[in-house]
C-alpha cells in the first residue's frame, strides 16, 4: 500500500482547509463517517466518476503516516482504498495543485 494518498476537493474545501488548519470531510464523508482518499492509482478514475464537469478541483496529495486512523478498505470493485476515521490536518499535505 502507498505511503501517501489523494484527496479531491472543491477550491471552496481546500482554502476550508488551509483557513481552519483542519478538514472534518465533504458531505459524503460526513455521511459515510470517514474521509475519502484515493491511492495514486485511483485518482483518475475517482475524478472521472464523481467529478466529472468540475473546473474548481484541487488534488491534495496526503502523507498518511501523519494521520491517525487511516484504514484500507474495500470499496469500488473490491479495490482497497484508504478511508481516515477523523479530520485530515494540513499538516499532512505535501502538495496541493489544479486538477
Known amino acids: ?9 472543491t477550491q471552496e474545501e481546500w482554502q476550508r482547509l488551509n483557513a481552519e488548519g483542519t478538514f472534518e470531510g465533504t458531505p459524503v464523508d460526513l455521511a459515510d463517517g470517514y474521509i475519502h482518499l484515493s491511492a495514486p492509482d485511483q485518482v483518475a478514475e475517482t475524478a472521472a466518476k464523481h467529478f466529472a464537469g468540475r473546473d474548481d478541483l484541487v488534488l491534495v496529495e496526503v502523507d498518511l503516516a501523519k494521520l491517525e486512523g487511516v484504514k484500507w478498505e474495500h470499496s469500488r470493485g473490491g479495490q482497497l482504498f484508504p478511508h481516515v476515521y477523523g479530520a485530515l490536518p494540513l499538516t499532512a499535505v505535501i502538495r496541493a495543485e489544479p486538477l
Open 1 to 9: 500500500m502507498s505511503p501517501t494518498a489523494f484527496k479531491i476537493l
